[in-house]
C-alpha cells in the first residue's frame, strides 16, 4: 500500500459585493492658492513660536522680578532690625548721661561730693578761638 497525500478542498472565494464607488469630485489647484496656503501656516507657526518665546521671556522676567523683591523684603527687615537696635542704644545713652546715674557711677569708682565747690570763672569768652 503507498501513501499519499490528500489535499483539502479548496475553499470558495466569495466574490466581493459590489459597493457603489464613490466619486471624487475633481478640480484645478492653482499655485497661488497652494502658496498663500503655505505662508499663512508659515506665518501662524511663526507667530506662536513668538508668542510662546515671549511668554517664556515674560515668565523669566517674573522670577528675576520676585527673586529681586525676596532681597528687597530682606534688606528692609534688617534695616528695620538696625532701626531697633539704634533706639534701644539711644535709650541706654539717654539713661547713662542722667545725673543721678553719672553721680552713681562717680561714687561706686570712689569719687566724693565736693564740701566746698569751687567755680572757675572764664577770662576770655569761650569759643573766640584766640
Do not use: H, N
Amino acid at each position: 500500500m503507498s501513501v499519499t497525500a490528500v489535499r483539502p478542498p479548496a475553499k470558495k472565494r466569495d466574490t466581493p459585493v459590489s459597493r457603489p464607488v464613490k466619486k471624487t469630485k475633481l478640480r484645478v489647484v492653482d499655485k497661488k492658492v497652494i502658496r498663500r496656503r503655505r505662508r499663512q501656516r508659515t506665518l501662524i507657526s511663526f507667530s506662536g513660536a513668538v508668542v510662546t518665546v515671549a511668554l517664556f521671556g515674560v515668565a523669566l522676567m517674573y522670577g528675576q522680578l520676585v527673586e529681586g523683591q525676596q532681597d528687597v523684603d530682606e534688606l528692609r527687615s534688617e534695616i528695620a532690625q538696625a532701626k531697633a537696635d539704634r533706639a534701644r542704644l539711644e535709650r541706654e545713652v539717654a539713661i547713662a548721661s542722667t545725673p543721678e546715674v553719672i553721680v552713681e557711677r562717680a561714687f561706686l569708682l570712689g569719687m566724693v561730693r565736693a564740701l566746698d565747690p569751687k567755680y572757675l570763672v572764664a577770662v576770655r569768652p569761650v569759643g573766640d578761638g584766640q
